[in-house]
């Protein structure tokens, strides 16, 4: 053990900290931090570690502004002459937690988020390996100023290019081929390369929470997107286009609507790899959307422009200073 390093371990539920319940017929959460901490043999933490419970809750359940309580909790933590901090969660939504804590981590420590996809107790469980080498990171200096890296079946990840593909493997969260930022080899963390951050919001801010994704299907959305345009609550809607960032021109009377009520609307495209393009003239194209005053989301994917645009909302960003803030200018 690393006398030097102290590693901060929080436990924020998923199925690493659930066990089966008979009267339930499945798995809920039962274990706490400190629980899955004994997992692992004291004389083989790499790390002096501590411990907070902060929640149980399978990450289905979790919204924006209760990750913002939870990154608020890290950056207080962080005060503390941390190494870095590990967090355990769920995969269901964790490529959205990585995401959201890297845009307003502005420290040079590393927060490491991991997971299971097999439950403790069951036959291969992949959650004390997982934790382990999320310990083994965060107490490394070589992830620092790396940001935010997810942890899973050996490997880091960046939280701008992390996705789960897949519902029950226990390689769920990957990349499309961009490649881990590192491997966990002989028990070292070995980094491959360095990602590309985009901007970070240095002071904390309390990301906006009524913001709405709309994805274009064949013929489909305009019953959801005439209520959303009704909704007085609505603070900003992203649209998942098809292609290069185009949508059914039924859509765009109401899509003009909400820009003129001052709610902030971004164009992404659906694609799993893809990028905003203005090079179609039709009519709901992406072109003729940010003529409309439609903000594009260049390479976000719409998971990741929903979460960027909620914290520009509450950063106080509009118009220009907004757009510039999605594209990283």
């Known amino acids: 053990m690393s006398e030097s390093s102290k590693v901060l371990l929080v436990a924020a539920g ?28 004291s004389k083989d933490l790499p790390c002096e ?3 907070v419970d902060w929640s149980h809750q399978p990450s289905s359940h979790y919204n924006i502004r209760m990750m913002a309580d939870l990154v608020e909790l890290l950056r207080k933590e962080a005060a503390q002459g941390l190494s870095g901090i590990v967090v355990t969660t769920g995969t269901d939504s964790m490529e959205e937690m990585a ?26 469980s992949d959650g004390p390996r997982n934790l382990y080498h999320s310990l083994l990171a965060a107490s490394s200096e070589s992830t620092w100023g790396l940001g935010v890296l997810v942890c899973f079946q050996d490997q880091l990840f960046a939280a701008n290019e992390v996705y789960k593909l897949n519902s029950y493997r226990k390689d769920a969260m990957t990349t499309l081929n961009k ?29 906006a929470k009524e913001v709405e994704i709309l994805w274009a299907t064949l013929g489909g959305g305009e019953r959801i997107l005439k209520m959303l345009a009704e909704d007085e609550n609505l603070e900003g809607l992203v649209l998942a286009g098809f292609g290069a960032g185009n949508v059914n021109p039924a859509w765009v009377p109401q899509i003009r609507q909400i820009v003129r009520n001052d709610v902030p609307v971004v164009i992404t495209s659906r694609c799993l790899q893809a990028r905003v393009l203005t090079c179609y003239g039709y009519e709901g194209s992406a072109q003729k959307l940010i003529e409309l005053g439609v903000l594009s989301g260049g390479n976000l994917t719409p998971l990741q422009a929903r979460l960027k645009l909620a914290v520009g909302i509450g ?5 220009k200073d907004l757009q510039s803030y999605l594209l990283d200018q």
């Open 99 to 124: 995401y959201l804590v890297d845009l307003l981590w502005p420290y040079p420590y590393p927060v490491i988020i991991t997971g299971s996809m097999v439950p403790h107790g069951e036959l291969s």
């Open 49 to 51: 570690v501590s411990v």
């Open 14 to 41: 998923g199925t690493i900290g659930m066990m089966y319940d008979e009267r339930a017929k499945g798995y809920v959460p039962g274990l706490n931090a400190g629980e899955m901490l004994s997992w692992l043999k």
């Open 315 to 319: 950063k106080g960003f509009t118009g």
């Open 179 to 207: 490649g881990p930022v590192a491997e966990i080899v002989a028990n070292k963390t070995c980094v491959l390369k360095k990602p590309k951050r985009g901007r970070v919001i240095e002071e904390m801010v309390q990301p």
